[in-house]
């Protein structure tokens, strides 16, 4: 079992940066694909970074590419999505997801564990 805890959402202005945080519990996510997705109000829930350490692989939707880095810590517990230049259609509760696998899924319906998200609201 894992289980998943994000933090670091928050207010922002256009143009400013926030760096999330998904912490697991329970075990390491060394053999894990990580991924963030995203949820504004009335819209579905859309991939937007992943990455799988035993692999050393990430992957991005086109709309992040270049603002959005999807990292993780040594000890392979904790993963981060640093967020610069933000948007205001980066508004969303973002979501941390995993799944264990040898691949990067960017569908929601393929991973097992989700965290409680967190609201990132950027203000032009």
């Known amino acids: 079992q894992v289980q998943l805890v994000e933090s670091g959402g928050g207010s922002v202005q256009a143009g400013g940066s926030l760096r999330l945080s998904c912490a697991a519990s329970?075990?390491?996510?060394?053999?894990?694909?990580v991924a963030w997705f995203r949820q504004a109000p009335g819209k579905e829930r859309e991939f937007v970074a992943a990455m799988w350490w035993s692999g050393g692989s990430t992957t991005y939707t086109d709309s992040v590419k270049g603002r959005f880095t999807i990292s993780g810590d040594n000890a392979k517990t904790t993963v981060f999505l640093q967020m610069n230049s933000l948007k205001p259609e980066d508004t969303a509760v973002y979501y941390c997801?995993?799944?264990?696998?040898?691949?990067?899924?960017?569908?929601?319906?393929?991973?097992?564990?989700w965290g409680q998200g967190t609201q990132v609201t950027v203000s032009s």
């Open positions: 997801a995993a799944v264990f696998g040898l691949r990067i899924p960017r569908v929601p319906g393929e991973y097992k564990y």
């Open positions: 329970g075990r390491t996510l060394s053999t894990y694909a």
